[in-house]
Structures are given as structure tokens and as C-alpha cells.
């Protein structure tokens, strides 16, 4: 996919995510929104896999220590939800972590914000740079 094509994709992602704020308004739990996102994502079309686990490797060993991803959309956009008064920069960090080691290019960190609506941010992993731009 080119990046028109997930700036396309991931409109259609963040209008469902205004669709279950607009349900539920503020002031639940992430999970809450997150099931409701999910159903929402699974009913219109998308390949949706929740909590995926990203194991950690160093020097090619399996270590214990394994990390969960909130949502990935047909394996190239993951999707980290929050449910707080705003987006901070270890938010964003968790999401860049988990662009870095799976290779997925596509991030987006959707807040689903106490008193304030849906915010998001939308980010595309450079790897010639090794860092993610917003987009």
C-alpha cells in the first residue's frame, strides 16, 4: 500500500472510533471502548486481531518478557487506544515501540478522551530513518 492508501484506510478507522465515542460519549474504561471498536472494525470489513502479543527478542533469544498490542487492522496498522484527559509523549513512545520492532508501518494512537471527543495522532514508520513521521 502507498501512503494515500492508508491515509484512506485510516480515515475510515477513525470514523468508526468518532462512531463509538459518539455511542458511549466519555468517561469509560479503554476495554469498554475498545470491544465496541472492535466489533464496529470486524462488522465493517477489517482483519482485526486485539492484544496481540509481541514477544521481545535480544541477540536472536526469546525473552519473557512479551508486550500486547491493542489492536492491529490486516496485519499493517496498529492502533494503540487510550481512554485520558490527553495524549502524552509515553503514549506516543509505546505506539513508536511497537511500529520499531514489528515492521507494521502504520500507527495510530486514538484517545478517547474523559470530556473532550476522540483525538488522534497518525504516524508511518520510516525505515530508511529508523524513526516515525506523522502523517
Known sequence: MNIVEYKELSKKIIGDAFSVYNEYKGGLL????????????????FKVEEQ??????????????TYRMDIVINNQIILELKAVEEIRKEHRL??????????????????????????????????????????
Open 94 to 135: 509505546q505506539l513508536f515501540h511497537y511500529m520499531r520492532l514489528t515492521h507494521i508501518p502504520i500507527g495510530l494512537l486514538i484517545n478517547f478522551s474523559y470530556s473532550d471527543g476522540v483525538h488522534f495522532e497518525k504516524y508511518h514508520f520510516d525505515e530508511t530513518e529508523n524513526r516515525c513521521k506523522a502523517f
Open 30 to 45: 479503554e476495554s469498554a471502548y475498545q470491544a465496541a471498536f472492535v466489533y464496529l472494525l470486524r462488522k465493517n470489513g
Open 52 to 65: 496481540k502479543e509481541l514477544p521481545l527478542f535480544f541477540r536472536d533469544v526469546r525473552l519473557s518478557k
